[in-house]
């Protein structure tokens, strides 16, 4: 199975700073179609998860563009260019290239400082 | 609009079964993969199983193969999760998930195992 390391695990951020998340796969998430299946999540407070990004860099409709995604291979970023309050919650990383199992990050609980 | 509710869960004894649905909507069912996922209260989330859109591929974690079967009807757009054998472990709000891609998520249902 294929582990996916968040890093970190909580990440206090003060209002209008930038954030960025780390995620690591103990094997490279490109698959034979050249593609890299790799997307990024947000859960907030009492709410069900929401897809940000997908395959790594793609951006959702209605996804602020101040969230970005980046990396290739094992190693991935999720940057929030400036942290507002509704950004509140656990974000996970998610790989689909090497399933079954579809697995999950550990989730980086983001709080305002 | 995307619309996907989780019905069925509940608390029920080790050793017994439960069958969870999803109604979807707002979208061709019958176009979409499904999965479930599931989640403790306060933890991570932990995919279940996977069915192809004409039930062709059908997939599940190791630690539910063997006693839970998922299913769907897209005459009537729905999906199931047939939960025999539960456990305390198998304790969590379970997800029914669009696409591959995991591109919308229900509210979920919770389940509790206990006697």
């Known amino acids: 199975d294929v582990v996916m390391t968040q890093s970190p695990l909580s990440l206090p951020v003060t209002l209008g700073q930038p954030a960025s998340i780390s995620c690591r796969s103990s094997q490279s998430l490109e698959y034979s179609d050249g593609n890299t299946y790799l997307n990024w999540f947000q859960q907030r407070p009492g709410q069900s998860p929401r897809r940000l990004i997908y395959?790594?860099?793609n951006r959702d409709s209605g996804v602020p563009d101040r969230f970005s995604g980046s990396g290739s291979g094992t190693d991935f970023t999720l940057k929030i260019s400036r942290v507002e309050a509704e950004d509140v919650g656990v974000y996970y990383c998610?790989?689909?290239?090497?399933?079954?199992?579809?697995?999950f990050g550990q989730g980086t609980r983001l709080e305002i400082k | 609009e995307v619309h996907l509710v989780e019905s069925g869960g509940g608390l029920v004894q080790p050793g017994r079964f439960l069958r969870l649905s999803c109604a979807a909507s707002?979208?061709?069912?019958?176009?979409?993969?499904m999965h479930w996922v599931r989640q403790v209260p306060g933890k991570g989330l932990e995919w279940v199983s996977g069915i192809g859109r004409n039930s062709d591929s059908i997939v599940y974690a190791d630690s539910v193969k063997g006693r839970f079967t998922i299913s769907r009807d897209n005459a009537k757009n729905s999906l199931y999760l047939q939960m025999n054998s539960l456990r305390a472990e198998d304790t969590a709000l379970y997800y029914c998930?669009?696409?591959?891609?995991?591109?919308?998520w229900g509210q979920g249902t919770l389940v509790t195992v206990s006697s």
């Open positions: 998930v669009k696409g591959d891609w995991f591109d919308d």
């Open positions: 395959k790594v860099s």
């Open positions: 998610m790989q689909g290239t090497h399933w079954p199992p579809i697995t």
């Open positions: 707002g979208f061709t069912f019958d176009d979409y993969a």
